[in-house]
């Protein structure tokens, strides 16, 4: 069975800091593409960030651009989000997504809910 577990969430003033990380299982996680997106309420789900299977590229939506970095640990079938320098705006629930770059497959995880306020 898929799993993909999404810790770290939580409420955080601006200009803080969170670490999301999610816990991958039941497939083989080095040779899937990883991402991060978010759903504010109201909106539409929101690509925030992407990783290749090995590392080696990264993408990143305009708006966290210097702010967020996403990064993963194939050893610990693990992929992080960093986020830096929160900011309202960034109050949303945010999904790790796990894609092969060969199938086309997706799995998602349950989401956890990040709120940036004062």
């Known amino acids: 069975q898929v799993h993909l577990v999404e810790s770290g969430g939580g409420l955080v003033q601006p200009g803080g800091s969170l670490r999301l990380a999610c816990a991958a299982s039941g497939f083989t996680f080095g040779y899937y593409d990883m991402s991060w997106y978010r759903q504010a309420p109201g909106k539409e789900r929101e690509l925030v960030a992407t990783i290749t299977a090995t590392g080696g590229k990264r993408n990143y939506v305009d708006s966290v651009k210097g702010r967020f970095t996403i990064y993963r640990d194939n050893a610990e079938d693990r992929v992080y989000l960093q986020m830096n320098s929160l900011k309202p705006e960034d109050t949303a629930v945010y999904y790790c997504?796990?894609?092969?770059?060969?199938?086309?497959?997706?799995?998602w995880g349950q989401g956890t809910q990040v709120t940036v306020s004062s």
């Open positions: 997504n796990a894609r092969s770059p060969v199938r086309g497959g997706q799995y």
